[in-house]
């Protein structure tokens, strides 16, 4: 097997093992204690060592890991990669018991800016965290990741809805209930979450208190194409990312002080405790630094690259591109730009970046959205505010982001991968200064 299958073939099984972040995080812990890192507590005292790594996690879903390098922080400062684990889906509703027409329901509300026509007709899976009390009276919580299709959302047959090909427009409050079970009787949603959380983790529960769950595609990850050009899966926004940063950060060597941050929250704002508009990344270098001025002359130091997927140029609809602006899928990654500072790229951070690529084989592409259109954002500007460190926003091309179901190119997280383990063993970030 090639080092690229090989690559590709360990992102499928991270990417099917991580349904939701809580689990996209724990895969990351995993791989980082086997990887020989550390894990720290916020509430005790660090003794931090050079040449050691360490990460630490907050909520279950946003997580921080680092190594430190053997010159002092001040004169190196970090090199940081940022990307966020969580992704558009359907997270059931506290009270979600539907009972109509035969059929129970779970109500759920939207989570981000899903693309929400491809969630119907999918076989449906279920995922997230659950808060429980034990029977010993103790306060528990528990992942749970029912891998079976336990729900679909149902299409209207078109019989009975003859423009749904003209204009199909989705009513989340109407259209959206999960059907997951045929019964006259109704159901309580907690005790049947009781009954299978016991059966999967073989703990005692006296009964289920709260719970984030969300819906997820069963289908698994694929290579896809007459040549497997193309890797098909949920979640490629951003996992992908937070996969190719996480491999980079193991497979850098060298002394150099660097950083992997994945927060939770960024498809919704980032404005959480554990979102890349909290204070996470910062109390963590802070504490890294020791004190006010090691901490200034350390972010003078610093760069971070925020990797978050860019937008492929659909063949279908190549006029929702500028003309010079249309990155190609396999061809490279995506530095992003945006005038307005929706994307936290200047030109120093992507000339270095450009070099880097140069220097690791790796063909580069430039995103600017068409000047009539509305950007998106990601976690770089948030970051680049929040701590005053020169960021680079760059990322994968993919199709039909934020569907239940997303595109890459087989080639691009692989390249990636090694331009950002270089970016790991840089002695200096300081450009042109």
Not at 196 to 225: H, T
Not at 227 to 250: K, M, P, T, V
Request: glycine share 8%; net charge negative.
């Amino acid at each position: 097997m090639s080092e690229m299958n090989l690559f590709n073939k360990n992102l499928r099984t991270f990417l099917d093992a991580s349904p939701t972040p809580f689990h996209a995080v724990e895969e990351m812990r995993v791989r980082l204690l086997n990887a020989g890192y550390i894990a720290l507590n916020e509430r005790d005292d660090w003794k931090l060592e050079a040449g050691k790594g360490y990460y630490l996690i907050r909520n279950g879903s946003s997580i921080v890991a680092f190594h430190c390098g053997k010159d002092p922080i001040q004169e190196r400062g970090w090199r940081m990669v940022g990307a966020h684990t969580d992704s558009p889906n359907l997270k059931v509703k506290p009270s979600p018991e539907l009972h109509r027409q035969g059929y129970f329901q779970l109500g759920v509300e939207v989570y981000g800016g899903a693309l929400l026509n491809p969630w119907f007709d999918r076989d449906l899976g279920l995922a997230g965290r659950v808060n429980y009390e034990s029977t010993q009276g103790q306060l528990c919580s528990a992942l749970i990741n029912i891998n079976r299709p336990v729900g679909v959302v149902p299409s209207l047959a078109i019989h009975l809805d003859r423009e749904a090909n003209n204009a199909h427009s989705v009513n989340p409050q109407k259209d959206l209930p999960v059907v997951i079970l045929q019964s006259e009787n109704s159901q309580d949603f907690r005790d049947m979450l009781a009954v299978e959380l016991a059966r999967q983790e073989n703990i005692d529960i006296a009964k289920v208190l709260d719970f984030e769950l969300s819906f997820y595609d069963c289908q698994p990850s694929a290579m896809v194409g007459w040549n497997e050009d193309f890797i098909a899966s949920a979640r490629l926004d951003n996992l992908l990312s937070c996969y190719i940063g996480l491999d980079a950060l193991l497979a850098a060597d060298g002394g150099e002080h660097r950083v992997l941050v994945c927060n939770d929250h960024e498809e919704v704002g980032s404005q959480s405790a554990v979102g890349a508009q909290g204070p996470m990344l910062e109390s963590v270098l802070r504490r890294i630094a020791g004190d006010e001025i090691s901490w200034q002359r350390a972010i003078a130091n610093s760069m971070m690259i925020s990797a978050d997927n860019a937008h492929g140029i659909h063949p279908n609809f190549s006029d929702k591109h500028d003309g010079n602006h249309g990155p190609l899928l396999n061809a490279g990654p995506v530095i992003k730009n945006n005038v307005n500072q929706r994307y936290a790229t200047n030109s120093e951070t992507s000339s270095l970046f450009r070099r880097l690529c140069a220097k690791t084989d790796v063909p580069v592409q430039s995103f600017v959205v068409r000047s009539d259109m509305a950007c998106g954002s990601t976690i770089g500007p948030l970051t680049a505010s929040a701590i005053g460190v020169k960021t680079l926003d760059i990322g994968v091309p993919t199709f039909a982001m934020h569907s239940i179901r997303e595109l890459a190119g087989s080639q691009d997280a692989f390249n990636l991968t090694k331009v950002l383990a270089a970016y790991f063993q840089l002695d200096s970030v300081s450009g042109m200064d």
